[in-house]
């Protein structure tokens, strides 16, 4: 085990870099609830698939959506950014439905190979069930749905809420024509004045720059809204 995974070494530096972190979050936006930001982190501590900023920021968008917010993740995993974003989420009927087929297909070379790599560490080849588990520790079960598809079937399986969601978070299969085609499955079930946000914008995944990129010099997109490492949101 490297150094920097040490029990005691990793308390410590998620510590430090959290830590850090929430002083300037509290400071730029000293109306969130960071306590409930800071709780999620912890349990997610032994992930290191995104950064604090990156986390925070979807954690801000969710925030900043309308109480009983109706929101689309595509591209779950394990459920630690759909868990910040539920965090975030006010009222009672509040929702996120989390498209995934928990499998790791993609049509993206690289990552089918990352995807390949965990799962024979995990033992497993769904990461269904350690979604659940993760949403059930944090006592976030009822926010959730699972929508276990592929990504354009999922819209098709939601077209109820065409023009009814308040935030789509698109991290999904990284390739130039999966991401296209995810943009022209879900924005239309946008809400006018609500956000769509990206990750892996910029960047070594040049397919999903390139069609967003693309969509922008359409128009499609009426602002944006803004950017945290690699996410980057816009207002529909």
Known sequence: MAFKHWPLVRDLRFAQKCGRYLRGARKRR????????????????????????????????????????????????????????????????????????????????????WYNRHFRALGANSTLEIFRENFAALGFTPRSEPVVSDSVAAAQKLESKRGAIDFV???????????KADIEAWTPLVKRGGVIAFHDFGSRADGVTRAIFETIKAGRFAEIVGVAGTIIAFRM
């Open 169 to 179: 978070f698109i991290d999904g299969d990284h390739s130039y024509e999966a991401c």
């Open 30 to 113: 000293p109306d969130l609830n960071w306590d409930e930001f800071h709780r999620i982190a912890r349990h997610f501590k032994q992930d290191d698939m995104g950064s604090f900023p990156e986390r925070g920021y979807l954690f801000q968008l969710a925030s900043d959506l309308p109480v009983d917010a109706q929101v689309v993740e595509v591209g779950s995993w394990m459920g630690a950014s759909t868990c910040f974003i539920a965090g975030g989420l006010k009222g009672e009927r509040m929702k996120i439905f989390a498209v995934d087929n928990f499998r790791g297909l993609s049509t993206c070379g690289e990552d089918a190979a």
